[in-house]
């Protein structure tokens, strides 16, 4: 199968229900990071094509909400085993189109249809609730409804796994969908997932796929005033501008944004274990996962061997084509990030760490990189790098890691590694940060479990029935039953 047999499909837009060109002057052209060959060049959405998509998606979503229960759970697990049908159609897009490597992006085809099928109950999670009142004959009726439209905004990194994570709960819950992906990462972010639900059988209109430059479009997307929810995963930066936006026009947000997540190994860990869990939770997709470890503290005690193992670990990883199956690290996103890492690594050499290993660098390739002797101020420290850096940071103290620890404006993930369980979760629990895992690494995510941070890290929780709450709104009716006197 050939890349333009295999792309040439994704040219258009999803809206209304119908596969169309956007009616924008400008396009973008969706290149593979290992290789920059061209996928796929689309027309993009304007601001009318997403003025017609939240219009389509509103009057589907007014049926949408009077079907019953047992209707969205059908579409839902439908939906489900379509995508489990096309894993292999799906790995290759990931592959190809993000520079995930073959394991990566079937874990992430797996967190999704992990997704898919928890949501599946939400349906059922709708109850009317009764409660008593304090006036003779009422009964006071809380009733579950959907908010009407969701806006989801998905980034690049793992992009079918966090649209999927917003786009199926609000349609579960009710609600109508607009989509808008990544530009780098537009087919797996967003059209492929359009082409399931289409498989599956979703009313036409209820989900809706704008593929549009935010350099043309603006704020429109947020500011439209027909979704009442913007669910936004991304940079800290454009989620606060966001969160502006929607405060100023009173829609609910959903913020699931950057991290600087530590990894603390108390004196008591097994530095092979702890080693082993670093690797693997520093250079999984190539560090550019809001929950990869950026900072690594360890008990100077344990610091020599834990460096040795760190760095014995590292050299058996294969760098190289994400479609290589036995490759672990490929390719950044773009060159960009390559360049501004290069300068992080630079500029906290010049500050004093110490640079174990520096791989080559090719293109959008960057071999994985190890620094020691790191501080917590440093560039490589401070900033979310969305690389293959480890910064491994000595410490003298457990108090002096939890502090360190804490000195970061992002609370997202987390990991600590000791021998003694429940005082590892006495430590978690000092850590601002909305996740964190004990004696495991900070890549983790379950379908049924709350996902969110703290502070810089976001508002708001996905996963099972907190998503719920993310997408819903709450009724009070209020029924007299008995006529109820007035004084007039």
């Keep these: 199968m050939t890349t333009a047999t295999t792309f040439s499909q994704w040219q258009k837009q999803y809206i209304g229900g119908e596969w169309t060109c956007g ?153 109508g969908v607009v989509v808008k992906p990544d530009l780098q990462t537009f087919i797996s972010g967003g059209l492929i997932i359009a082409s399931i639900l289409e498989e599956a059988g979703i009313p036409k209109g209820l989900m809706n796929v704008t593929v549009a430059d935010v350099s043309e479009i603006g704020d429109a997307f947020v500011e439209h005033p027909i979704p009442k929810v913007i669910s936004f995963t991304g940079s800290t930066a454009v989620g606060r501008h966001i969160s502006e936006l929607c405060g100023k026009n009173l829609k609910k947000v959903a913020l699931e944004l950057g991290g600087n997540n530590v990894m603390i190994v108390l004196e008591d860990a097994d530095v092979n274990e702890a080693a082993s869990a670093a690797v693997f939770g520093k250079f999984l997709h190539q560090g550019q996962i809001c929950m990869s470890l950026n900072r690594i503290f360890v008990h100077r005690k344990l610091y020599d061997d834990f460096v040795n193992a760190f760095a014995e670990k590292t050299a058996k990883i294969k760098v190289g084509d994400p479609t290589d199956p036995e490759v672990f690290v490929g390719p950044l996103i773009n060159k960009r990030q390559v360049d501004k890492i290069q300068m992080w690594i630079d500029e906290s050499i010049r500050q004093g760490a110490t640079c174990l290993q520096r791989g080559n660098v090719s293109g959008t390739l960057m071999e994985p990189v190890i620094l020691t002797d790191v501080t917590n101020e440093m560039p490589i420290a401070k900033n979310e790098q969305f690389g293959p850096v480890a910064a491994i940071i000595p410490v003298e103290s457990e108090e002096e890691a939890i502090q360190l620890a804490n000195e970061s404006d992002f609370g997202l993930s987390g990991s600590i590694f000791t021998s003694d369980l429940d005082h590892g979760v006495e430590v978690a629990l000092q850590i601002h940060t909305g996740m964190i895992h004990v004696n495991d690494q900070s890549v983790n995510c379950e379908s049924h479990i709350p996902f969110g941070g703290e502070k810089s890290s976001g508002l708001g929780r996905y996963g099972g029935e907190w998503s719920l709450d993310e997408f819903t709104t709450v009724r009070w009716v209020s029924v007299q039953k008995e006529t109820r006197p007035f004084p007039f």
């Design 23 to 175: 009616t924008s002057e400008g396009t973008s052209t969706n290149r593979n990071p290992f290789d920059q060959s061209e996928l796929v060049t689309i027309q993009l959405a304007s601001v009318q094509d997403i003025d017609q998509a939240y219009q389509e998606a509103k009057k589907a979503q007014s049926n949408w909400q009077r079907t019953k229960p047992e209707e969205r759970v059908a579409l839902m697990k439908r939906a489900a085993e379509v995508m489990a049908n096309r894993r292999a159609e799906i790995v290759d897009i990931l592959t190809r189109e993000t520079g995930s490597s073959v394991a990566k992006a079937n874990a992430e085809v797996d967190f999704a249809i992990a997704d898919i099928q928890e949501f599946s109950s939400i349906p059922l999670k709708m109850n009317t609730e009764v409660r008593p009142s304090v006036i003779p004959g009422k009964e006071n009726r809380i009733y579950r409804m959907p908010v009407g439209v969701v806006g989801v905004i998905s980034p690049f990194n793992f992009p079918l796994y966090l649209s999927t994570r917003a786009i199926f709960p609000a349609l579960a819950a009710g609600n």
